[in-house]
């Protein structure tokens, strides 16, 4: 997914040879400007010592990178990173320093001015196929097994987290009865490795519904959760739900409330919480 993104320009030849520094930085939720000056201070090998203050060590970091063209990396962003609180000069045309970041929620691109936002999506089947071998191994392609390669793939849903755990489980097992056990139990909702991948899965939603700014937004999504699953759920409809349970005050207008909801929605869209439907329906979202 997005790490793998990083990974990539981290290791590329082509990009480390067009700029001086590139500097790959792995925010995750529990941040500090301490935590993010040190990773940056290990790449850039200038050794901080405990009694300097972040001031000194954001200015010693400065005087490393001034002048020279870097390429920044901040992997798994939660909150705005103030980059001239840590010691970077700012990233501009001038200059030529490039700033990339993942994260799950779009008000952080937002607050951090990127120039462009790319939404990473799910894989499509050739690409979920081409993962699952590369990590599976050859034994994928044996006769036997291929079809039902195939089909376990398919029950991914072309989630590259769902991919890696599953690919992991099976790699360079050749027996077909594992094979064909492990997609029956994957097609069912009982089994103590789909509790291992819900797990897994449900830890990267929970951080960003964590992060969610009140209450009153919380609950909006919780009540998406009493839709039948793959749902597509009209916006409208779902917004007067929300005013008659409550959730939305019951003294605002009907253009307030609706005001008020699309906001709500955005807001859950931008966390990855929900998502837009197809151009076919637009006034749709879906889990």
């Given at each position: 997914g997005?790490?793998?993104?990083?990974?990539?320009?981290?290791?590329m030849?082509?990009i480390?040879?067009?700029?001086d520094?590139v500097?790959?930085?792995?925010?995750?939720k529990?941040?500090?400007i301490?935590m993010v000056?040190?990773?940056?201070?290990?790449r850039?090998k200038?050794?901080?010592?405990?009694?300097e203050?972040n001031?000194?060590?954001a200015?010693?970091?400065?005087?490393?990178?001034?002048r020279k063209?870097?390429l920044?990396?901040?992997d798994?962003?939660?909150?705005?990173v103030?980059?001239?609180l840590?010691g970077?000069?700012?990233?501009?045309?001038?200059?030529?320093c490039?700033?990339?970041?993942?994260?799950?929620?779009?008000?952080?691109c937002?607050k951090?001015?990127?120039?462009?936002?790319?939404?990473v999506?799910v894989?499509?089947?050739?690409?979920?196929?081409?993962?699952?071998?590369?990590?599976?191994?050859?034994?994928?392609?044996?006769?036997?097994?291929?079809?039902?390669?195939?089909?376990?793939?398919?029950?991914?849903?072309?989630?590259p987290?769902?991919l890696?755990?599953?690919s992991?489980?099976?790699?360079?097992?050749?027996?077909?009865?594992?094979?064909?056990?492990?997609?029956r139990e994957?097609r069912?909702?009982?089994?103590s490795?789909?509790?291992d991948?819900?797990?897994?899965?449900?830890?990267?939603?929970?951080?960003?519904?964590?992060h969610?700014?009140?209450?009153?937004?919380?609950?909006?999504?919780?009540?998406c959760?009493?839709?039948?699953?793959d749902s597509?759920i009209?916006?409208?409809?779902?917004i007067?739900?929300?005013k008659a349970?409550?959730?939305?005050?019951?003294?605002?207008t009907f253009k307030?409330?609706r005001?008020k909801?699309?906001?709500?929605?955005?807001a859950?869209i931008?966390?990855?919480?929900?998502?837009?439907?197809?151009?076919?329906?637009d006034n749709?979202?879906k889990?």
């Open positions: 997005k790490t793998t993104v990083m990974r990539l320009l981290n290791n030849p082509e480390e040879a067009m700029f520094r500097i790959w930085v792995t925010i995750s529990s941040q500090s301490r000056q040190e990773q940056v201070a290990q850039l200038i050794e901080i010592h405990g009694g203050s001031e000194t060590v200015s010693r970091l400065f005087h490393g990178l001034d063209k870097y920044l990396l901040l798994d962003v939660w909150e705005m103030d980059l001239a840590v970077f000069p700012n990233p501009n045309k001038d200059n030529g490039k700033l990339v970041l993942t994260t799950r929620n779009l008000e952080v937002r951090m001015g990127t120039d462009t936002e790319i939404k999506k894989l499509l089947e050739e690409e979920a196929l081409g993962m699952f071998y590369t990590n599976v191994g050859d034994v994928a392609r044996l006769p036997g097994i291929k079809e039902l390669a195939k089909s376990i793939v398919k029950e991914c849903d072309g989630l987290l769902a890696k755990v599953v992991g489980a099976l790699r360079n097992v050749a027996n077909v009865n594992v094979w064909s056990n492990f997609l994957l069912s909702h009982d089994t490795f789909n509790e991948l819900n797990e897994k899965v449900f830890k990267v939603l929970k951080v960003s519904y964590d969610l700014k009140n209450t009153q937004n919380k609950k909006c999504l919780l009540f959760g009493l839709y039948p699953e597509k009209k916006k409208p409809e779902l007067e739900y929300w349970e409550g959730i939305l005050s019951r003294k605002l307030e409330a005001d909801g699309e906001a709500i929605l955005q859950l931008d966390a990855s919480l929900l998502e837009k439907c197809d151009e076919d329906f749709y979202v889990m």
